[in-house]
């Protein structure tokens, strides 16, 4: 009896406990991922390009004046991306043929080269060396010089580490094909990852703590001569420091070799009767080999499998598959001196060698054979091996420390010579700025969930924790403050301040969460307006959960959210004019700031294109003007954060001028006694501008 009342005491203890009732803070949202940033430089079209760039110099047969022209356009092409480039030399010399009546040793039938057992269906597999099996005269003419033994080039280009410059990972497909087609698939796929690599991780704000040699094979169709010249010529070089105490390395010491050959077509088994399908199929995969008789097998092994994560997490379409029997490859020369692996469309052994890409090394390899979705399984290794490669070499986007600058004088707006002065850098995530009634401002880390502000002075301190990711903030008319909250599974908009006043306005349409609620602000009734962006090409690729498309809502007063505006392509910042007629609209996808009219029930019409960005960008199929954050003064003019400065428009659209910063704005407010400064956040940094414009005092934002 003694033991059922402690029992029961405990329990009622515990139910008591105010700790127990009130649920615990969300946890803080996580660190962001330095490499996702990167792997989203990555780009169907701009991949496709340069296959296509490649194809120009027909099957870039090696010791062909076509092939030298190849190597050529490659180097130039990555010095352009700024990599340095240096050239292998060695000289080629066909083997002599067998003596007569001997040959080689012979597999058995079931055996695959590499290893593995050749399973179903094959077709023959082969070189087209007839000119004529190739239709298109233009190409059987580029194609139509033989070639001649000598002297031949292969160009690499190097990343080098910021604090291992003595190590390197080293990323290679080969560049020569043959069969008088285009070698698109064979190798010009893996040529243009490599090169597409190269891009990305050179870009001036791209940093390594270690090396990165891209390397293009040249002679990979006549048995991995390139490589195996850069093996002979370079091995023993390397971990050098050459003058020493220079801090330069030549030849790094090798880390891994990872080796890219035919990338694109993965349709599957041959059928019985000797027909292909003509789709990529849908459980199409990036393979990842390693070789299991290599000396280096064990540490080749793990790094495949350090690949294959990385394509889980960073791959948008198809998945990866690890196996033991690399072969016929680039690598080869590397595997017993150094963990080397290969990624191909197929196995090189089991698959394509029973012919299972009927393209290869025949004049049907040519751009125009391949669909976007073959052309994306080349993307999908390329986020593959960016993701690992990165990784394992510390990559991470960095930026130059912002500093003060002079603004250009705008009429009425801002005088000409002012000084835009860096409060302070280093935030975690800079968003929502907004001005307190005593004219200092808070803004949003979203990063470190919390809310930070700046008084008078220009110092800051931690003005609220636990935000639920917040974002843009906005108060009503009750002084309580509004934020869209981003936490993953838990984004709403709601009240979270003052603290035990907190609520839910809105955390769904029609019963679909929200996905990531970005800007807000509330109107003299208390109706609150939010974007919602959907989610980002690369989510929507990937097949983001996130249901809700991109889209405007509005929560009435007391009422439920409803959608007021869609078909914008990525709706970001969101504010009313001063007269809260006109709802401005800023689409981060588009080229044009929208306006709409505001109705009397909270609901908007009369959609239109208010003004037009400057600094606009367009790649194939998007584009972009980072237009996120926007600000009203007392006039009506509007202010846009966007990647060029802060853009201010008239209140009839016209561009009246651009105050630039030395790091892109993401969000900006007016503040100060009378709000006659602005202030600006963007990527980690507060920035600080005296006006001659004031903000309009009817909101505080």
Excluded at 36 to 46: A, T
Excluded at 63 to 83: F, H, M, P
Excluded at 360 to 389: E, V
Excluded at 638 to 644: D, P
């Amino acid at each position: 009896m003694r033991s059922t009342f402690v029992v029961l005491a405990i329990l009622s203890s515990i139910s008591l406990s105010p700790s127990a009732q009130t649920p615990a803070p969300p946890p803080p949202p996580a660190a962001p991922d330095p490499v996702l940033p990167l792997v989203g430089r990555l780009d169907l079209e701009k991949y496709k390009a340069t296959v296509k760039g490649l194809t120009q110099f027909g099957d870039r047969r090696q010791g062909t004046d076509r092939n030298r022209a190849a190597v050529d356009w490659i180097e130039a092409q990555l010095k352009s991306y700024g990599c340095p480039t240096e050239r292998i030399e060695y000289t080629y010399e066909p083997a002599p043929p067998s003596p007569s009546g001997t040959s080689a040793p012979q597999r058995p039938r079931d055996q695959a080269q590499g290893g593995g057992r050749l399973r179903g269906n094959r077709m023959r597999t082969g070189v087209n060396t007839d000119p004529m099996a190739q239709p298109d005269v233009k190409l059987r003419e580029l194609n139509a010089q033989p070639t001649t033994p000598g002297p031949r080039e292969e160009v690499y280009c190097t990343k080098v580490g910021t604090t291992h410059p003595e190590e390197m990972y080293i990323v290679g497909g080969h560049m020569d094909g043959h069969g008088w087609g285009e070698a698109a698939n064979d190798d010009g796929s893996g040529t243009a990852l490599v090169m597409e690599l190269a891009r990305v991780f050179s870009s001036p704000d791209v940093q390594t703590e270690r090396s990165i040699r891209f390397a293009l094979w040249n002679n990979e169709e006549t048995g991995l001569n390139g490589a195996r010249a850069y093996v002979d010529q370079r091995k023993d070089l390397q971990g050098r420091e050459d003058p020493p105490g220079s801090g330069r390395y030549p030849e790094p010491k090798w880390l891994g070799m990872i080796q890219h050959d035919m990338m694109m077509f993965d349709h599957g088994m041959p059928r019985e009767d000797g027909t292909m399908s003509k789709e990529q199929r849908p459980e199409a995969d990036v393979n990842i080999e390693f070789q299991s008789t290599a000396k280096m097998a064990d540490q080749a092994q793990k790094l495949a499998w350090i690949f294959h994560q990385a394509n889980e997490k960073y791959a948008t379409d198809y998945p990866a598959s690890v196996g033991p029997h690399m072969t016929n490859t680039d690598s080869t020369p590397f595997m017993d001196l150094v963990p080397a692996i290969s990624l191909r469309e197929n196995e090189r052994g089991t698959q394509i060698g029973a012919g299972w890409d009927p393209q290869w090394h025949q004049p049907t390899d040519l751009y125009s054979t391949y669909s976007d979705k073959d052309f994306r399984l080349g993307l999908n290794a390329a986020q593959t091996t960016l993701g690992a490669i990165a990784q394992l070499t510390g990559a991470r986007v960095v930026q130059p420390p912002a500093t003060d600058t002079e603004a250009p004088g705008i009429p009425g707006v801002i005088a000409a010579g002012t000084k835009v002065q860096v409060l302070k850098q280093g935030f975690q995530g800079t968003e929502g700025p907004i001005a307190l009634p005593d004219g200092t401002l808070i803004f949003t880390e979203t990063q470190a969930n919390r809310i930070t502000k700046i008084d008078a002075n220009g110092n800051t301190s931690t003005w609220l924790e636990n935000t639920n990711g917040s974002n843009g903030l906005a108060f009503d008319r009750k002084g309580r403050l509004i934020s869209v909250q981003t936490t993953p599974k838990q984004a709403r908009v709601g009240v979270i301040y003052p603290q035990g006043a907190e609520a839910v306005l809105a955390d769904n349409f029609e019963g679909k969460p929200f996905g990531r609620p970005n800007d807000l602000v509330v109107d003299r009734r208390g109706g609150v307006y939010f974007t919602e962006p959907g989610p980002t090409p690369q989510q929507a690729a990937a097949g983001s959960a996130r249901e809700l498309p991109p889209a405007v809502y509005y929560i009435p007063p007391g009422g439920k959210a409803i959608r007021i505006a869609d078909g914008i392509e990525r709706p970001n910042g969101i504010q009313l004019s001063p007269d809260e007629k006109t709802l401005y609209v800023n689409n981060s996808n588009g080229e044009y700031l929208l306006a709409f009219d505001v109705q009397p029930d909270g609901t908007v019409g009369n959609r239109r294109n208010f003004a037009r960005y400057e600094g606009v960008t367009r790649e194939a199929t998007t584009v972009a003007s980072g237009a996120d954050g926007l600000a009203v003064d007392a006039q009506g003019r509007v202010y846009v954060a966007t990647s060029i400065g802060v853009q201010v428009f008239s209140p009839k659209g016209q561009h009246l001028g651009t105050i630039p910063l030395s790091r892109a704005p993401q969000n900006l407010a007016f503040a100060g006694p009378d709000k006659k400064t602005l202030y600006v956040v963007g990527r980690g940094v507060a920035f600080k501008i005296p006006m001659l414009a004031q903000g309009h005092k009817g909101r505080a934002k």
